[in-house]
């Protein structure tokens, strides 16, 4: 997700409309992130739950502690698959809008999407799942955060189908970096913290950054010179 928001989304954006113009959207998506994450609350054990540990320092106070951490990490999940959501609606107006350019286009950059689709899906249900220890729950809260991106492609054609620009476009991308770039460091790094440690966790991201980047390219040259990611 750091590599798509830096290297492709932020990235578009400066070079499409200039860098003040790609700074000011991809910010205004941090700001924007940050204050829907600001009034979500944080899950905490309710006061039953902490007397009772207090009292039982064994095995129940473990199975709180367990119940706090899956608390924690279906937070996790549910700010996840909100920036995913946010992240979706562009991206099903550029499919849209690469499909009005021709029908190889559109195909190409939908079939990019939707391959890229994958760990976007995983980054929502694994958490769930770990969290609920509930399969349905998962495929369903990460089913439901894959509909923005049809939502997307609803809202451009019957609403707006010839006043969205190409400028307008690319900006809210560049925010979509932004909101990503928030989501990865205010949600995600902090839980690969704590489970996996720091040091597992940071050769973690840069080798799923390095993956991530090797697949956009790999993707980049199958797609028309005249579209990107």
Do not use: C
Not at 44 to 57: A, D, E, P, Q, R
Not at 178 to 195: C, I, K, N, S, W
Request: no cysteine; hydrophobic share 50%; aromatic share 12%.
């Amino acid at each position: 997700m750091l590599s798509i928001s830096f290297l492709d989304l932020a990235h578009n954006a400066m070079n499409s409309i200039g860098f003040l113009k790609g700074n000011l959207w991809f910010f205004s998506g941090v700001i924007f992130f940050a204050v829907v994450a600001n009034f979500i609350p944080e899950p905490t054990l309710s006061h039953s739950s902490k007397v009772k540990g207090k009292k039982n320092k064994g095995d129940e106070g473990g199975k709180d502690m367990m119940k706090k951490h899956r608390r924690q990490v279906f937070f996790s999940g549910i700010i996840t698959a909100i920036g995913i959501s946010l992240h979706n609606f562009p991206e099903g107006m550029a499919v849209f809008l690469g499909s009005m350019k021709g029908l190889r286009v559109g195909l190409n950059l939908a079939l990019a999407i939707a391959l890229h689709n994958i760990p976007e899906g995983v980054a929502v249900a694994l958490p769930v799942y770990f969290a609920t220890q509930s399969k349905w729950q998962a495929f369903k809260l990460a089913t439901l955060s894959g509909f923005a991106e049809p939502l997307g492609v609803v809202i451009v054609s019957y609403l707006f189908p010839s006043s969205l620009s190409p400028e307008i476009l690319e900006g809210l991308l560049g925010s979509v970096g932004g909101v990503m770039a928030f989501l990865t460091l205010h949600e995600m790094l902090p839980l690969a913290f704590d489970y996996a440690g720091q040091k597992q966790a940071v050769k973690a991201v840069f080798f799923g950054m390095a993956f991530m980047s090797a697949s956009l390219y790999f993707l980049e040259l199958s797609l028309p010179k005249d579209m990107s990611l």
